[in-house]
T-cell receptor, first 114, second 113 residues
Framework: AQSVAQPEDQVNVAEGNPLTVKCTYS??????LFWYVQYPNRGLQFLLK??????LVKGSYGFEAEFNKSQTSFHLKKPSALVSDSALYFC????????????FGPGTRLSVLP | SAVISQKPSRDICQRGTSLTIQCQVD?????MFWYRQQPGQSLTLIAT?????????ESGFVIDKFPISRPNLTFSTLTVSNMSPEDSSIYLC??????????FGPGTRLTVL
């Protein structure tokens, strides 16, 4: 079965600095990988996905993520953080051997300090 | 993308009662899901709502407690039956589009007293 780990509960970064939110996964088949963001009292918003092709994928709001098959990772990155990026970030995986179900990581709370 | 609405947005209920949550999508979709999320925590899949057949439930969730309807490709309901305080949570509806993207409704925040 598939699983997702986000090793950091909380990430703090100063505004203007680069940010990284880590995600590792485990699947038996090919992974479909996703990042979602949740702002306070809001639903989840899709940021980006990796299905196939280029390992570096670009998404909404200037975010990007790099798929690393050997390290089974899909870290979310942004070159210059904004205070408005402060939110809860979820990594998710779908294993193409296990149908349509997504498995979500535990979430990482990002705080961007002015 | 898909635009999803849920009703109610929040409710406070007495234990032993039931609440039905509605999910409406602005386009026809095959895959529709119901999740539960404790505030600030991860999402747990309750079930996949299948159009024209019984929902597929994940381990730990049963039809008697969480009956689901899916009468057509744009609408689904989730009922939380015989509620207890442990059912207090945020319930999220989601759909998956043909390009593997999953979109979520705004959620229903349920408090059971």
């Amino acid at each position: 079965a598939q699983s997702v780990a986000q090793p950091e509960d909380q990430v703090n970064v100063a505004e203007g600095n680069p940010l990284t939110v880590k995600c590792t996964y485990s699947v038996s088949g090919n992974p479909y990988l996703f990042w979602y963001v949740q702002y306070p009292n809001r639903g989840l918003q899709f940021l980006l996905k990796y299905i196939t092709g280029d390992n570096l994928v670009k998404g909404s709001y200037g975010f990007e993520a790099e798929f690393n098959k050997s390290q089974t990772s899909f870290h979310l990155k942004k070159p210059s953080a904004l205070v408005s990026d402060s939110a809860l970030y979820f990594c998710a995986v779908r294993d193409d051997n296990y149908g349509q179900n997504f498995v979500f990581g535990p979430g990482t709370r990002l705080s961007v300090l002015p | 993308s898909a635009v999803i609405s849920q009703k109610p947005s929040r409710d406070i209920c007495q234990r032993g009662t039931s609440l039905t949550i509605q999910c409406q999508v602005d386009s026809q979709v095959t895959m529709m899901f119901w999740y539960r999320q404790q505030p600030g925590q991860s999402l747990t899949l309750i079930a996949t709502a299948n159009q024209g057949s019984e929902a597929t439930y994940e381990s730990g969730f049963v039809i008697d407690k969480f009956p689901i309807s899916r009468p057509n490709l744009t609408f689904s309901t989730l009922t939380v039956s015989n509620m207890s305080p442990e059912d207090s949570s945020i319930y999220l509806c989601s759909v998956m589009t043909g390009n593997h993207e999953q979109f979520f409704g705004p959620g229903t925040r349920l408090t059971v007293l």
